[in-house]
């Protein structure tokens, strides 16, 4: 058997990025020169260094357990560490030899009545109790993509769904009237080399529809964000950053989009033209997220620590809010614009205000990174204005918080998922939220009980979960290249 560094390197990159390092994921791809490699990513499956690391693990397994004579002895099972620790592989033989000692004795059982230890294979079953497991029949999986998809969302207006993927390409899946995986569209992201258009072969870091559902903004890792018609075709592509860009937004007007880039900085771009309107270099290390409060007003976060709210034609932030004490991993205005929230790689959850300097909450619960958080559609100026205004958060910790703002507290904590939790949406009615971990499930609950309401185990971790906009269908998008929508209708 025999490997080179660059292929190590590219699957050491790969995992980062399953994992959702995305930052070291991008900095390692660099220091390694992953892009000058000529491995063909779209043919390595997801979780392939793990999947090899599990393989030398029972291998070494193996070599402890079988006797010379070719029996078989019974082992504890090796941890990772201890499979890499000669003193430990060693005791084990030891141990195991006596163990076979002891059982090809005659008696099988000790003056206690106790038999002699034997092999038992233990299996973990997920919990679906108290949620109904949603049929494969209202299930409809989106084959195409050759790569992991880290984002879906759907058309503000009808039933279109977008995906991005590490292949290099957004889709459009058309789902209106049950359409099926064969009607898609193709958004291949190209730059131009030597006259020519090539594949950038980067990944798909985001999208966004506009509010009227006309157009779709793209961003990738090769450093250009870009805007398509419905129909497939390249309306723009929007130049300037110097590097990936990993997130972008319209406002609600329509006549802006926000971008945030390992450059440390963000832009706002006019859609019409395709140009630079304002570049803000206020941040000391690559900008993670943006979100707009007006049209003309925007957060952004970093991994910097730090969050600033900027306004066009300003050359200062209008307020920064200074509280993490690691990376801003994303933040979210709440519907009226009031109030910002942030979470991070520190566990904690805040909730900041343009009044004051300090946070309003400082929410500690989770016990691992928290990587990212969703508002409730509903409160005052939203279509569910009787309806009390939530915050959800998504963590490392293989939870979902729900959290009650105005007085700060957690209502529920949903503990059904097992792996950690990528993604969460609110139905549109708020009545719902949906939640996708790495675990491969997507589970449904209802928002006020906290109870599970339905669940779907998909084939791969999930990155996205996303809410058509009757609140009739969830899209996901997975670490195996799938996508799928379930059918919520009766």
Not at 120 to 142: F, Q, R, Y
Request: charged residues 20%; negative net charge.
């Amino acid at each position: 058997m025999s490997f080179s560094s660059d292929e190590v390197n590219f699957l050491v990159y790969r995992y980062l990025q399953e994992s959702g390092f995305v930052h070291s994921a991008y900095t390692f791809g660099i220091e390694s020169h992953i892009s000058q490699s000529n491995i063909n990513g779209a043919l390595v499956p997801p979780a392939a260094l793990l999947n090899i690391i599990q393989k030398g693990l029972q291998y070494t397994e193996a070599e402890i357990s079988i006797a010379e004579d070719g029996s078989e002895r019974c082992i504890e099972t090796l941890s990772l560490i201890d499979a890499v620790m000669p003193d430990v592989v060693e005791s084990r033989k030891q141990a195991a030899v006596k163990t076979q000692n002891v059982k090809s004795e005659p008696s099988n059982t000790n003056g206690e009545g106790e038999t002699s230890q034997s092999c038992t294979n233990h299996t973990t079953n997920m919990e679906v109790d108290g949620g109904v497991e949603i049929p494969s029949s209202k299930a409809t999986i989106l084959r195409g993509h050759e790569s992991e998809v880290f984002i879906c969302a759907w058309n503000p207006t009808n039933d279109l769904l977008a995906s991005g993927s590490g292949d290099s390409t957004a889709r459009i899946w058309n789902m209106n009237d049950n359409s099926n995986s064969a009607n898609q569209l193709v958004l291949r992201h190209c730059i131009q080399r030597g006259g020519t258009e090539v594949p950038s072969n980067k990944d798909v870091t985001s999208l966004d529809w506009n509010c009227e559902g006309t157009l779709l903004a793209t961003g990738s890792y090769d450093g250009y964000a870009r805007i398509w018609s419905t129909d497939g075709r390249l309306v723009n592509t929007l130049g300037q950053h110097k590097g990936p860009i990993f997130a972008l937004k319209w406002n609600k007007r329509g006549n802006y989009i926000l971008s945030a880039g390992v450059d440390k900085t963000t832009i706002i771009w006019d859609a019409s033209t395709g140009h630079a309107k304002e570049q803000f270099a206020f941040h000391s290390a690559p900008a993670l997220d943006v979100d707009w409060q007006s049209n003309q007003t925007f957060a952004s976060c970093s991994t910097d620590q730090c969050i600033h709210v900027c306004r066009l034609g300003m050359d200062r932030p209008m307020k920064t809010f200074q509280g993490h004490t690691n990376e801003v991993n994303a933040i979210k205005w709440d519907p009226q614009g009031q109030l910002l929230a942030s979470c991070s790689d520190d566990m904690t959850l805040k909730i900041w205000s343009m009044r004051q300097d300090s946070c309003v909450h400082d929410l500690q619960a989770h016990s691992k990174e928290i990587y990212t958080i969703k508002w409730s559609p509903t409160g005052p100026g939203t279509n569910n204005p009787n309806v009390p205004l939530i915050l959800s958060s998504a963590s490392f910790d293989s939870t979902v918080r729900l959290w009650e703002v105005e007085r700060g507290t957690c209502i529920h904590t949903l503990t059904k998922h097992q792996e950690p939790v990528y993604s969460v949406a609110f139905s549109p009615d708020g009545k719902y939220l949906a939640s996708g971990s790495f675990d491969k499930c997507v589970h449904i609950w209802n928002v006020q009980s906290g109870s599970l309401v339905h669940s779907y185990k998909g084939t791969g971790g999930i990155f996205e979960v996303c809410w058509n906009h009757r609140g009739d269908k969830v899209g996901a998008s997975a670490s195996d290249g799938s996508v799928f929508v379930l059918d919520l209708r009766k």
